[in-house]
Antibody
Framework: EVQLVESGGGLVQPGRSMKLSCAAS????????MAWVCQAPKKGLEWVAT????????YYRDSVKGRFTISRDNAKSTLYLQMDSLRSEDTATYYC???????????WGQGVMVTVSS | DIQMTQSPSSMSASLGDRVTITCRAS??????LSWFQQKPGKSPRRMIY???NLAAGVPSRFSGSRSGSDYSLTISSLESEDMAIYYC?????????FGSGTKLEIK
């Protein structure tokens, strides 16, 4: 069974950093591109970043470029999102998701809440 | 960036009704269109991918179609468990973009 379990969220002050993790199991992690998607409270879904199966390619939405870094450790089957210079508008639930070979999202984690507030 | 214009933003329908939700793409996205269902407090669930392919475990009353740049999700006979917010997503080009969502309520 495919499982994606996010961790690392919580309350953080504006301008500070936070690192999210997503532990994957039930599939061969290093065969799949992975992504982060966020959802602000009572708002819609927004794609945040994608990383290729081997970590060689990364893609970001404009609003997080230069502040967020997506990475992965294939030996640990874990996806990461390093979030620096956090802003109040980054407050959201962050989901990790798997992309199948045609780049369609197929599995999602349960999400982790990040609140940026002083 | 590719804009996905989703309509309606909300709708109310009766059990057994046929329901259609639409997304219009601002550029050619081929069939790189997926539909997701999200219930309150839950993660999104893939319903349709490749515009017309039913995801594993999804009831056959759900279907996807395409007409030019318009993509539709249809529920042939609405059931109470279908109450949710539905989102489309294009994944042909970065940045991937979601539609704004359709809140489906049961009358």
């Amino acid at each position: 069974e495919v499982q994606l379990v996010e961790s690392g969220g919580g309350l953080v002050q504006p301008g500070r950093s936070m690192k999210l993790s997503c532990a994957a199991s039930g599939f061969t992690f290093n065969n799949y591109d992975m992504a982060w998607v966020c959802q602000a409270p009572k708002k819609g879904l927004e794609w945040v970043a994608t990383i290729s199966y081997d970590g060689s390619s990364t893609y970001y939405r404009d609003s997080v470029k230069g502040r967020f870094t997506i990475s992965r450790d294939n030996a640990k089957s874990t996806l990461y999102l390093q979030m620096d210079s956090l802003r109040s508008e980054d407050t959201a639930t962050y989901y990790c998701a798997r992309l199948d070979w045609e780049l369609y999202f197929d599995y999602w984690g349960q999400g982790v809440m990040v609140t940026v507030s002083s | 960036d590719i804009q996905m214009t989703q309509s309606p933003s909300s709708m109310s329908a009766s059990l057994g009704d046929r329901v259609t939700i639409t997304c219009r793409a601002s550029q050619d996205i081929g069939n790189y269109l997926s539909w997701f269902q999200q219930k309150p407090g839950k993660s999104p669930r893939r319903m349709i991918y490749g515009a017309t392919n039913l995801a594993a475990g999804v009831p056959s009353r759900f279907s996807g179609s395409r007409s030019g740049s318009d993509y539709s999700l249809t529920i042939s006979s609405l059931e109470s468990e279908d109450m949710a917010i539905y989102y489309c997503l294009q994944s042909i080009q970065y940045p991937f973009t979601f539609g704004s969502g359709t809140k489906l309520e049961i009358k």
